[in-house]
């Protein structure tokens, strides 16, 4: 998938799960061109591309909008692409790939502003009253991690990962899998990664990054 089609997912994602609604204003072309690492002439057809669908609206001189007639436009566009019917396995073959990868670019570019929202992320979690809550920051520290590599390209297909993590298939096993015994032991994975990170030890972090995957595979998949 090249840049300009991770740019259209992640932007239909964020209207289907209504994490833009209606009248939201969404960010400008030279925002969404520093991001994914894209010229404005690209980020411009994709977002023309949305227009003509119904899903966002343009007035010059104020920006860009959710429209008010998304969902039903959404609903023409029939089903989620195949990009995102991705299998718990195939899914965890990707995050076994890619995270241990990131490792050194994250420690080479954290802030401390990186830091503070693996912290952030850890500490809602370990006070999540629910096991959805619990997946929700879960999932926000693996995206903060790949944040902190300042690559916008690195943090679409993040995004698009979290997306797949959303899927009921995904969900059902999170379920079956997650005891409190598992729940605090991947909290306690998680303190040590974010701590190796902030050592800027880039051995010891993708050790523990590669270990957690595979004690998450292991318990989800039985392998």
């Known amino acids: 998938m090249d840049a300009a089609a991770i740019l259209r997912e992640t932007l239909l994602e964020k209207l289907r799960t209504r994490t833009w609604r209606a009248g939201h204003r ?7 061109s520093t991001e994914f690492g894209l010229s404005r002439s690209t ?5 023309g591309d949305l227009k003509r669908s119904r899903l ?11 429209t ?12 989620a692409s195949n990009a995102k019917a991705v299998s718990p396995a195939e899914l965890m073959s990707a995050r076994l790939a890619l995270e241990p990868s990131l490792i050194d670019m994250a420690i080479g570019n954290a802030t401390t502003a ?17 096991l959805e809550e619990f ?5 926000a520290l693996h995206e903060a991690i790949a944040e902190a590599a300042h690559n916008g390209f690195i943090s679409s297909v993040f ?10 298939e995904w969900g059902m096993l999170k379920r079956r899998s997650a005891t409190p015994e598992r729940r605090l032991e991947y909290q306690q994975e998680h303190r040590a990664l974010v ?5 800027r030890d880039a051995e010891r972090a993708r050790a523990l990054c590669l270990a957690h995957l595979v004690h998450v595979r292991i318990n989800m998949l039985g392998h």
């Open 26 to 32: 969404i960010p400008t072309e030279r925002a969404l």
């Open 43 to 47: 980020v411009r057809r994709v977002l």
């Open 56 to 66: 966002i609206t343009q007035t010059v001189g104020s920006g860009t909008y959710v």
């Open 68 to 79: 008010d007639q998304v969902q039903d436009a959404l609903a023409d566009l029939g089903p």
């Open 114 to 130: 990186d830091f503070a929202r693996m912290d952030e992320c850890n500490h809602r979690a370990e006070r999540a009253q629910t």
């Open 135 to 139: 997946e929700q920051w879960d999932t």
């Open 159 to 168: 995004r698009l990962m979290s997306a797949a993590r959303a899927q009921a």
């Open 195 to 199: 701590d190796a990170l902030k050592q």
